[in-house]
C-alpha cells in the first residue's frame, strides 16, 4: 500500500499536468505558433483521378488548386510547379492518401501489451483488416489509456501498399520529396500516421521552449499548492485495492497475448522447418540415378513417412540392398515383398523401400 506522501505527490503531479494544459490553452495561437517554429506544410492528398494540392500554416488552410492525373507526367510535374511556384521556402511536403483509401480503426487492449505492441498487430493485422502485412503500410498510435482499468486505445490507420507506392512515384514524378505519407486529414495532427514505413522528427524544439515557460509558472503554483490540505490520505487503501486488482488483470491478459505470440510464431516456422529437415525429391531422384546400375529401371517411385518405395527390375535384385546400404543418403532398406524372376525379359521384379536421411546430414 502506497504511503500517503506517495498519494499525494501523485495527486499534485496530476494537478499540476491539468493546470499546465489550461494555461497553454489561455495562450494566444500567434504566440503558440511563434515559440513552436512550425514550418509550412505542403500538403499533396492523392485521391483516384485527382491529386488536391493546400498550403498549411499555423492551423490554417490554403487551397492551391488541383491536378488531373489523367495528364501526361510532363503535364502533370509543370502543374503541380505552377501551383507550388513561389511557395516552397522554407516548406515540408506532406502526401495524404485520401479518406477512401485508408481504413482507420480504433482497438481496445490491455496497457500491458504496449510494449510488444508491434509485434501484436504485426500479427493481428489479416484479423482486423483486409490486409495482409505484407499487402498493406500501416501505422498505429495509442490516444488513450485508462489506468484504473489497466487498457488503452490504440487507433491504426492501413493503406495497400500499391496505393502509397503510386503516391511516392507521382511525387518523384513531380520532383516533390515528401516527409512522409500519412492519412488524408491527418497531416496537422501532433503525431500524424505515417504509412511510409520512416521514423518522422517532429521538431518540437520551439514546443518545449513555450512548454518551460508555463513550466516557471506552475513552479510557483506549487508553493500555493503545497499548502493545500491532503485530503485523498481516507480513500488510499481502496484505490490502491483497485490499481492492484487491474494490475493483475491487464498481467493476465498480457501472459496470454505472450502465448499467442509465440504459438504464432511456432505455427509460421512450422512448414519451413519441415522443408528444411526432408530431402528435395528431386535431389534423391538424382541419387537413385547416380546408384542403381545401368542395367536396372525402376517404374514407380513414391515418398512416405520419411521414406523412398521404389518398384522396378534389375538383373538380380538382392544386390540393390548393398547398394542402398552403402550411400550415406539412405539406410534401412528392405523388400516390401518377394523377388520373382520374369522369364520373358530374364530381370527380376523387385519392391524395395529404404529410410531417407534428413537434409544436411549427408
Not at 505492441?117 to 499487402?135: G, K, N, V, Y
Request: charged letters at 25%; hydrophobic letters at 45%.
Amino acid at each position: 500500500m502506497r504511503s500517503g506522501l506517495a498519494v499525494a505527490a501523485d495527486t499534485f503531479a496530476a494537478f499540476f499536468r491539468w493546470w499546465l494544459g489550461e494555461l497553454s490553452g489561455l495562450v494566444p495561437g500567434s504566440l503558440r505558433a511563434a515559440f513552436s517554429g512550425e514550418p509550412a506544410l505542403i500538403s499533396v492528398t492523392i485521391g483516384a483521378d485527382a491529386a488536391t494540392v493546400a498550403r498549411l500554416l499555423r492551423g490554417s488552410r490554403q487551397e492551391l488548386g488541383s491536378i488531373d492525373l489523367s495528364l501526361g507526367d510532363a503535364e502533370q510535374r509543370v502543374a503541380m510547379g505552377r501551383l507550388i511556384r513561389g511557395r516552397m521556402r522554407g516548406a515540408v511536403v506532406v502526401l495524404a492518401l485520401s479518406a477512401e483509401r485508408v481504413l482507420r480503426k480504433t482497438l481496445n487492449l490491455p496497457s500491458a501489451a504496449e510494449a510488444e505492441l508491434a509485434d501484436l498487430l504485426h500479427f493481428e493485422l489479416d484479423r482486423q483488416t483486409p490486409f495482409s502485412p505484407e499487402q498493406a503500410c500501416y501505422d498505429y498510435r495509442v490516444v488513450d489509456r485508462d489506468k484504473t482499468a489497466g487498457r488503452m486505445r490504440v487507433e491504426i490507420a492501413v493503406a495497400p501498399r500499391d496505393e502509397v507506392e503510386r503516391a511516392q512515384a507521382l511525387a518523384a514524378g513531380w520532383g516533390l520529396t515528401p516527409v512522409l505519407v500519412t492519412a488524408g486529414g491527418d497531416e496537422e495532427s501532433d503525431r500524424p500516421f505515417d504509412l511510409s514505413g520512416r521514423t518522422e522528427s517532429s521538431g518540437l524544439g520551439g514546443r518545449a521552449i513555450l512548454m518551460a515557460v508555463l513550466a516557471v509558472i506552475a513552479a510557483a503554483l506549487l508553493v500555493v499548492a503545497v499548502a493545500l490540505p491532503l485530503r485523498w490520505q481516507a480513500t488510499a487503501a481502496a484505490e490502491a485495492d483497485r490499481t492492484l486488482a487491474a494490475a493483475r488483470t491487464a498481467a493476465r491478459e498480457a501472459t496470454d497475448l505472450r502465448e499467442a505470440l509465440r504459438q504464432r510464431r511456432q505455427d509460421a516456422r512450422f512448414l519451413i522447418d519441415r522443408k528444411l529437415n526432408m530431402p528435395l525429391s528431386v535431389s534423391v531422384l538424382a541419387d537413385l540415378t547416380r546408384l542403381l546400375p545401368d542395367d536396372t529401371y525402376l517404374f514407380e517411385l513414391r515418398f512416405q513417412d520419411g521414406r523412398v518405395r521404389v518398384r522396378g527390375y534389375a538383373p538380380a535384385a538382392s544386390p540393390l540392398l548393398e547398394l542402398f546400404e552403402t550411400h550415406p543418403r539412405f539406410a534401412g532398406a528392405r523388400f516390401e515383398s518377394p523377388v520373382t524372376r520374369v522369364p520373358n525379359i530374364d530381370k527380376e521384379r523387385f519392391d524395395l523401400s529404404v529410410a531417407l536421411a534428413a537434409e544436411g546430414s549427408t
